[in-house]
T-cell receptor
Framework: GAVVSQHPSWVICKSGTSVKIECRSL??????MFWYRQFPKQSLMLMAT?????????EQGVEKDKFLINHASLTLSTLTVTSAHPEDSSFYIC?????????????FGPGTRLTVL | AQTVTQSQPEMSVQEAETVTLSCTYD???????LFWYKQPPSRQMILVIR??????QNATENRFSVNFQKAAKSFSLKISDSQLGDTAMYFC???????????FGTGTSLTVIP
């Protein structure tokens, strides 16, 4: 099956610094990528939808200036958490959709655990 | 708005036995998709099974099958011959026919006991 990778798998940073998380589709081109956030023992919550070459669409309540998303190529999307604070500590998961049809299968990355001290 | 409810936070089953995980949802849509995803301790989300709402036949994938009751808005997952590797968090999810966004339930933590 299709493979999606995330880097890094975990990161610890100091409060006030910025952290970049990469999401790559390894064996297919992803026109659309999605970023989710998962708090401990909770479900995944969609943060934003990213289309290659265009601005991301953010869900209500997600600060676009804090969570910067760039989808510069068909195989790479990045999420930058700017001026991170302890409340941003969470598990961030991306998914990628290869087909043009909205209901084509989304493949999930393994996630990135962010801890802000 | 779409909501997905999983009323069983935790479940356990003996190895080789059968277990059913419950899921209900609320939507005004007529065409949609339903999914069960598995999230093992590695945290990697894995698609278990998918059901199109317009199909009356219940989806099956090897040991995994669903009981889809559209009128009741119910979508349960049956795992037969449970294996230790089935231990994971299971999420029920809904997607509109127009696609894109998953609406996930809160998950059921399943433990298979040897």
């Amino acid at each position: 099956g299709a493979v999606v990778s995330q880097h890094p798998s975990w990161v610890i940073c100091k409060s006030g610094t910025s952290v970049k998380i990469e999401c790559r589709s390894l064996d297919f081109q992803a026109t659309t990528m999605f970023w989710y956030r998962q708090f401990p023992k909770q479900s995944l919550m969609l943060m934003a939808t990213s289309n290659e070459g265009s601005k991301a669409t953010y869900e209500q309540g997600v600060e676009k200036d804090k969570f910067l998303i760039n989808h510069a190529s068909l195989t790479l999307s990045t999420l930058t958490v700017t001026s991170a604070h302890p409340e941003d500590s969470s598990f961030y998961i991306c998914s990628a959709r290869g087909g043009a049809t909205p209901t084509d299968t989304q493949y999930f990355g393994p996630g990135t655990r962010l801890t802000v001290l | 708005a779409q909501t997905v409810t999983q009323s069983q936070p935790e479940m356990s089953v003996q190895e080789a036995e059968t277990v059913t995980l419950s899921c209900t949802y609320d939507t005004s849509e007529n065409n949609y998709y339903l999914f069960w995803y598995k999230q093992p301790p590695s945290r990697q989300m894995i698609l278990v099974i998918r059901q199109e709402a317009y199909k009356q036949q219940n989806a099956t994938e090897n040991r995994f099958s669903v009981n889809f009751q559209k009128a009741a808005k119910s979508f349960s997952l049956k795992i037969s011959d449970s294996q230790l590797g089935d231990t994971a968090m299971y999420f029920c999810a809904f997607m509109k026919n127009t696609g894109n966004q998953f609406y996930f339930g809160t998950g059921t933590s399943l433990t298979v006991i040897p």
